[in-house]
C-alpha cells in the first residue's frame, strides 16, 4: 500500500513546482514587458530628441572692418570688445540681400540668424585678431525659428501672422540653400555649451557637470559612511531585533 505521507509529499512537491514555474512565468512576462516599455520610450526620447544633435547654419561674408573694431588701430583686445558686432552682423545680411529695405523687413533679416551670432564674431576676433581689417565667410547659426523651420516643425498651411517664420524670411532661407549658403551641420555646442536663453546655444554641459558633483559629492559622503556602518554591524554590535532590521534592509537594497 501507498504511504499517505509520501502521496502526500509527491503532491506538495508537485504544487511547489507548479508554482514556481507559474511564477518564473510571470517574473519572465514582466521582464518583457518592461524591455518592450525600455525600447519604446528610448525610440521616442531619441526620435523626437535627434534635431537637437543637428543645428541649421548659414555662410555670411563678414565684414571685419577696422572702422567699427579698431578704429584707433590700438591691437588691445579689451578694445575689440566693445566693438558693434551687431552692426557688422547686419551689415553682412544686407549686403546678401540688398533688396530688403525697411526697419521692419530689416528686423525679420536680422532675426534669421541666432543672438549667439554676436558672441561669436566677438570670439573669431579674439582668436584671430589678424582678422582686423578684412572679409571672412563664416558660417553663422541659425536662430532657433528658422532652425525649426529647416527640420520641418513650422508649418506654412497657418496664415503668415500666426507662424513663426514668415514668408519674406522663407523667401530668404530659399535663395540660401539655392547659393549653397545654407547646411545641416553636426551641433557640436550642444555638448559643450551649458542652459541659455537663447534655444539655439543651449546644451547639457552644465547638467553633466551637476550630476557629475552630485555623484562625486554623495560618494564621498556615502562611502565612508557605509563602509564604518557596515564594520560596526559586523564586528561591534550587539545582536538585536534594531540590527537585524538594519540588517535585513541593507540586503534587500543589495
Do not use: C
Request: hydrophobic share 40%; glycine share 8%; net charge positive.
Amino acid at each position: 500500500m501507498n504511504n499517505p505521507n509520501h502521496i502526500g509529499r509527491k503532491f506538495s512537491l508537485a504544487y511547489r513546482y507548479k508554482k514556481e514555474k507559474l511564477f518564473r512565468f510571470y517574473g519572465l512576462l514582466a521582464s518583457i514587458i518592461g524591455l518592450i516599455f525600455l525600447v519604446i520610450f528610448f525610440s521616442n526620447l531619441i526620435g523626437k530628441g535627434k534635431g537637437a544633435f543637428f543645428q541649421t547654419q548659414i555662410k555670411l561674408n563678414i565684414d571685419f572692418s577696422q572702422e567699427v573694431i579698431d578704429p584707433n588701430r590700438t591691437g588691445d583686445k579689451e578694445e575689440f570688445l566693445k566693438a558693434n558686432y551687431g552692426g557688422i552682423l547686419k551689415d553682412a545680411l544686407l549686403k546678401r540681400f540688398p533688396s530688403v529695405s525697411g526697419r521692419k523687413d530689416t528686423r525679420s533679416l536680422k532675426k534669421i540668424i541666432g543672438q549667439g551670432g554676436i558672441y561669436k564674431l566677438s570670439d573669431l576676433i579674439q582668436e584671430r585678431p589678424e582678422w582686423v581689417g578684412t572679409s571672412q565667410e563664416i558660417w553663422m547659426i541659425a536662430s532657433d525659428d528658422i532652425d525649426m523651420y529647416i527640420k520641418g516643425k513650422i508649418s506654412t498651411d497657418v496664415p503668415d501672422d500666426m507662424r513663426r517664420v514668415n514668408d519674406k524670411q522663407i523667401e530668404w532661407i530659399k535663395q540660401l540653400e539655392q547659393s549653397g549658403q545654407l547646411r545641416t551641420a553636426f551641433n557640436a555646442m550642444f555638448f559643450t555649451s551649458a542652459d541659455s536663453r537663447e534655444p539655439e546655444m543651449a546644451g547639457i554641459w552644465g547638467a553633466v557637470m551637476g550630476t557629475a558633483l552630485t555623484l562625486l559629492i554623495t560618494l564621498a559622503l556615502s562611502f565612508p559612511v557605509g563602509v564604518m556602518a557596515a564594520i560596526y554591524l559586523e564586528e561591534l554590535s550587539k545582536k538585536s531585533r534594531f540590527t537585524d532590521f538594519i540588517e535585513i534592509n541593507i540586503n534587500n537594497l543589495a
